[in-house]
Nanobody, 119 residues
Framework: QVQLVESGGGLVQAGGSLRLSCAASGSIFSISVMGWYRQAPGKQRELVAVITSAGSTNYADSVKGRFTISRDNTKNTVYLQMNNLKSEDTAVYYC?????????????WGQGTQVTVSS
């Protein structure tokens, strides 16, 4: 099992910044990908950004150039730096970890942290 604990959400004005953190514990070996997803009211959960253990990243088009995902493997923590926030970024943000123990792939989720951007 992998436990994910998120922190760093809150209320910010449009144009402001926030940094989310997600600390992983438990069976963290074989975690290959970590990332952030978000879910706004009435909408489906969507990918925001992911990062592999090798440092490769992928972003949703809507956040490219504004958000940066990073990973500290020594601390088993993934970060999401969010700059120039917009009202449409308002959502619950969830940390995700993907762990592969061949032939099975496991997915783990954090409890979510609210990000609210006021216009």
């Amino acid at each position: 099992q992998v436990q994910l604990v998120e922190s760093g959400g809150g209320l910010v004005q449009a144009g402001g910044s926030l940094r989310l953190s997600c600390a992983a514990s438990g069976s963290i070996f074989s975690i290959s990908v970590m990332g952030w997803y978000r879910q706004a009211p009435g909408k489906q959960r969507e990918l925001v950004a992911v990062i592999t253990s090798a440092g490769s990243t992928n972003y949703a088009d809507s956040v490219k150039g504004r958000f940066t995902i990073s990973r500290d493997n020594t601390k088993n923590t993934v970060y999401l730096q969010m700059n120039n926030l917009k009202s449409e970024d308002t959502a619950v943000y969830y940390c995700n970890a993907e762990r592969t123990v061949l032939p099975t792939r496991f997915n783990y989720w954090g409890q979510g942290t609210q990000v609210t951007v006021s216009s």
